[in-house]
């Protein structure tokens, strides 16, 4: 090489770890015969590369246009440094720390290379449950540290074998550099235990594992996020079973299926945007309509709401299961045939608690759930649960962000001082923004009991730590009882940086400002259960002005009194005799709720006024829908009743809005009026489910359209728990558009209170600067 020739330092951003990117660039480079390094720094890859100009060119856009799978080249930083003399070859080296701008990767599903050998008789991996290459497997859940290599995972503790040390070591091959690379040889192991901890004896925990389950045994499996528990879904009684013993009566479970075709007969998964989503790397659970006879045969799995949460197996390990049970057959080609096998696959833990991640701790939580363990040595170090999604025609919509989706950065408008936003008190997520990039956390879950809250901090501290963390402001809930706003408090006094309290319906509307960069004015419209307000009141039907770092509340929903407080949000029987109440019909109560032995207390409560707080949420709203037409009197999970209503509505067809059905008044929308229609003894509860539905898509659509044009507005965010009505949503997001208005909803991030940690952190950073 000559000393003419010129030299380039490239610093390559985004998805460039984890995923091969340094092996291709050493094969590019000596493809095109040019010298040079590249390495990790930080959780970015940096490399030289010297040679004649054209070719120095050819290698820039084969780099950026065809990457690796996997890879993506969010950014290129060039400059041109001295040429060297005598340089000839080009040389993967060390990773060097340095600043953490992108974070780790995101967990991904086996590829189709890996399942190919995975089920290749004469393949040395043939059914190893951590067959994995740089296109797949684990990231974030097994990262301890960045840049990412081996000696940074969990992975760490199990040496490579010669095998594999030359797989690792050759550019030809798939696995060079692939830092969870193992085989039978070089581990991880899998143990078989049952509920007391001893070893179940046996050749092959797999197909021992897979006999119990046909059997009715309750699996609880190492997932690659946490613990799971699986039980076979076409057996009543060991899915009832199940559901006792974890205390989870009615709500719904997800499915686990070895392929789409699996899923035909119980599911709608005839759409290829559909089968695309299922078989994204990420793994998701896809909320699919039920095909007819899907309850018959999947009893008790999801009742009384009319989709299946569906998903694909995620890890090796769940694929095994499925190969074993139908008859270990060679190849993939029977991934594509339709399997008898269908699991239910469901967090492994007790009811408000996080997934456990540690074997000895899964025999100690679930020990009186599961009937045996299936487990491994390789430790997970970050907590992931299994990803949600909705498909709305063509639109996804994030209902739960986690596995394969999180914590990649999203990125902001601009850059900004680092912020850390803690969320809220369901759904937790929390946020780090460094620079233009938002780093919102895998779901958190609910803070309802001591292990969730211990968890939250953890990961939270683990995030400060693996991302380098140093914020210069701490946003929380306006709420001050929430322990995410009680951890945001204590953190601000640790490190001595200001706190802010973000109202929560402004910051589930910054989240949409966010994530579309929307500068100015906007009309933004919160739908959801419960938010505290700046009056010390209940929200959650809430039209407000945003601008800058402002809200304006321009109006609301008409109050419902909420009697016995917090009570009424899990009993929506409470909220119809709110809403008899409210019709001046306060007599009919005991009558009309005659199975509640507390219905003619709850009358005198009313009528005096004590302990009945007000709200406008939309949620309690549907509460009293559900409770008036004897959908449901007392929930058994969050949103049961509107998912219940949603049901009857969707499997009644279509109805027209209630002819005059709402009032709107100074900034207040009223549906008294079909709360009257709705309370009509006897009412079908499919027909008044409807007209339901499109009563308030017609009454809040008006609202907004009618607020629009009297402020000369033509955007509005939509935002909050609600959002994830389909009907709803659908209906009242058509007449917006009808009407002329721009409509913006979440896409990178759930609707509700998964999101609100974003909009936190987006005010924060709007707050600092106008500083």
Known sequence: MTVSAERLRLILQGRVQGVGLRPFVRDLAWALHLSGWVRNR????????????????????????????????????????????????????????????????????????????LFDPGNRRYRHPFIHCTRCGPRYSLITGLPYDRARTTQADFPLCAACGAEYADPANRRCHAQTLACPDCGPRLRLRDARGRDIDGDDPVAAAMARLAQGAILALKGVGGYQLLCNARDAEAVARLRRRK?????????????????????????????????????????????????????????????????????????????????????????????????VCTSGNLHGDPPVLEDGAALECLGTVADLFLGHDRPIRHRVDDSVMQLRGARRVMVRRARGYAPKPLPLPMEGPSVLALGGALKNTFCLTRGDRAFVSPHQGDLDTPQACRALERAVRDALDLLQGAPELIACDLHPDFFSTRLAVRLANERGVPLLAVQHHHAHLAAVQAEHALEGPLLGLALDGYGLGTDGGAWGGELLLLEGTDFWRLGHLRPLALPGGDRAAVQPWRMGASALHALGRGGEIPGRFRSQRLAPDIRRLLHRGVGCPETTSLGRLFDAAAGLLGVLEVSGYEGEAALRLEGRAQGHGPMPPLSGGWHLQGGVLDFAPLLEWLSTPQRDAGEGAAVFHATVAQGLAAWVLQTAGERRLGRVALAGGCVLNRLLMTDLRSRLEEGGLRVYEPVALPPGDGGLSLGQAWVGICHLREL
């Open 42 to 117: 930080g959780d970015q890859v940096e490399l030289e590369v010297q040679g004649p100009v054209t070719g120095l060119e050819t290698f820039i856009q084969r780099l950026l246009q065809h990457p690796p799978p996997g890879a993506r080249v969010e950014t290129l930083v060039r400059r041109t440094v001295p040429a060297e003399a005598g340089a000839g070859d080009f040389l993967v080296l060390g990773s060097v720390p340095g600043a953490i701008t992108r974070g780790p990767g995101a967990d991904r599903a086996v590829c189709g290379d890996c399942l190919a050998e």
């Open 247 to 343: 205390r989870r009566p009615v709500q719904p479970m997800a499915l686990m299926a070895a392929g789409s075709a699996s899923l035909g007969a119980v599911a709608e998964v005839g759409p290829e945007r559909v089968r695309r989503l299922l078989e994204d790397p990420a793994r998701p659970i896809v909320l699919l309509e039920k095909a007819p006879g899907a309850d018959a045969a999947l009893p008790g799995v999801a009742p009384e709401v009319p989709w299946l949460g569906a998903m694909l197996p995620a890890s090796p390990l769940h694929y095994l299961l499925f190969h074993e049970a139908a008859g270990r057959p060679a190849g993939t080609d029977w991934l594509q045939a339709t399997q008898g096998m269908l699991l």
